[in-house]
């Protein structure tokens, strides 16, 4: 059982900033990888950023010194602070997870939900 939450969406403007939030919850015994998507309309789910449970991060190049990932292993949230932000930057965001059910299986959330919407204006 998996239950992800995403909050802090919202409207800014072209340079502004926002603070993105998962908090995941459920039958999780550990987690191995958290991350951010986004799907702007039109265009394809693409993965924004990584972290893994070493705190080990990648990032798309097109957010590379403007996003930061982050996360508090103890309350199983990922979040995503978000500076500079760009029109081109406007999706639905969502987080997913690799996770552990006990110490011999893995899985990801089952299906995207609706994400949280985050709308650049130029």
């Known amino acids: 059982q998996l239950q992800l939450v995403e909050t802090g969406g919202g409207l800014v403007q072209s340079g502004g900033s926002l603070r993105l939030s998962c908090a995941a919850s459920?039958?999780?015994?550990?987690?191995?990888?958290m991350g951010w998507y986004r799907q702007a309309p039109g265009k394809q789910r693409e993965l924004v950023t990584s972290?893994?449970?070493?705190?080990?991060?990648n990032y798309a190049d097109s957010v590379k010194g403007r996003f930061t990932i982050s996360r508090d292993s103890a309350k199983n949230t990922v979040y995503l602070q978000m500076n500079s932000l760009k029109p081109e930057d406007t999706a639905v965001y969502y987080c997913?997870?690799?996770?552990?059910?006990?110490?011999?299986?893995?899985?990801?959330?089952?299906?995207w939900g609706q994400g949280t919407q985050v709308t650049v204006a130029s």
């Open positions: 997913d997870l690799r996770y552990r059910l006990s110490y011999y299986y893995t899985s990801r959330r089952d299906n």
């Open positions: 459920g039958n999780i015994f550990s987690i191995d990888v």
């Open positions: 972290i893994t449970s070493g705190a080990s991060t």
